[in-house]
């Protein structure tokens, strides 16, 4: 099996890096038969996230693109308003800041009192009113071809990425049909998304013919960020939650899970789907190339 190269991802808005050396970091050790081993690991980095004056929350992240992480993460908790005027993103690499300055004044002390910590890698955060911001959410009646559906698998999951090349990270893909645009990685799931959530917000990118595309597990919390976002489409390899699977139905999302090869589950939303493929013509998956699924 041939992975992508590079002119395979020319066409992507944002494609992984996996070579990039902040990233990474070359760790010995030795492996079962005591030999000494070489591998490349993912590095953790604090963030911490202010908005206007007040500090929002410390993430920890592999520290690329921090300031859609930023801007992602406080548009989802629904700290940044859709009229928001932003005035500002400044990103300080010495001090691992982010602050995101509004016209608009803000306080969020008795939001940050009620914050609970989410069952994500790395600490995601979410807040005890963020269901509230669900009850106006009116995602589009799209439809989605179950041919784009087998095409972004079978390109996403042999994409050149940190997932590959050292594990212990999540993907997220923002898609259009069968084509990736921007590819997100981090040590959270809940990280990855909100990147793609801040490079929308900031290239005013709309979300009505979305899909979303991640390699964690369709949690209540990654469910709650898609709809926020407006995207109608959640995708996975993995597999799901109860909740996960209650809230998607509550807002209309369509929601599919345990893609591998020729097999897929879909538990809400199933209208959007436009079978136009015999699912019996599309390739068996090759094991390999996803081959550090037990370090993710």
């Not at 982010?98 to 939001?111: M, N, Q």
């Not at 013919?209 to 390899?237: C, F």
Request: glycine share 8%.
């Amino acid at each position: 099996m041939q992975l992508a190269t590079t002119e395979d991802t020319a066409d992507f808005i944002i494609a992984p890096d996996p070579g990039a050396p902040r990233l990474t970091r070359a760790v010995e050790g030795v492996d079962q038969n005591g030999n000494r081993s070489r591998i490349s690991v993912v590095e953790e980095r604090p963030l911490t996230i202010f908005l206007n004056a007040q500090e929002i929350v410390t993430a920890m992240t592999i520290g690329d693109y921090p300031e859609y992480l930023a801007l992602g993460f406080l548009r989802n908790q629904g700290m940044l308003l859709p009229d928001d005027e932003i005035t500002g993103v400044d990103y300080d690499e010495d001090l691992e800041t982010v602050v995101v300055r509004t016209a608009r004044k803000t306080s969020f002390e008795e939001k940050l009192r009620k914050k609970t910590r989410t069952s994500g890698c790395a600490v995601g955060t979410v807040f005890g009113d963020m269901m509230e911001g669900l009850e106006n959410v009116r995602l589009p009646a799209t439809s989605v071809r179950t041919s784009w559906l087998y095409a972004l698998a079978a390109r996403i999951n042999r994409t050149p990425s940190l997932y590959l090349e050292a594990g212990a990270i999540h993907g997220t893909v923002l898609c259009r049909e069968d084509r990736p645009l921007v590819y997100m990685e981090d040590v959270g799931r809940h990280n990855a998304v909100d990147k793609i959530a801040g490079w929308m917000l900031r290239h005013d990118s709309d979300a009505a013919d979305k899909i979303l595309y991640t390699t964690g597990r369709l949690t209540s919390e990654m469910v709650i960020k898609t709809a926020m976002m407006g995207i109608p489409v959640l995708a996975s390899r993995s597999g799901f939650t109860a909740w996960g699977v209650e809230i998607a139905r509550e807002v209309g999302l369509t929601l599919i899970g345990r893609m591998r090869g020729q097999r897929f589950v879909c538990l809400s939303g199933e209208d959007r789907l436009l079978r136009d493929v015999d699912p019996a013509t599309v390739a068996v998956e090759d094991g390999r190339h996803r081959r550090k699924s037990a370090d993710a």
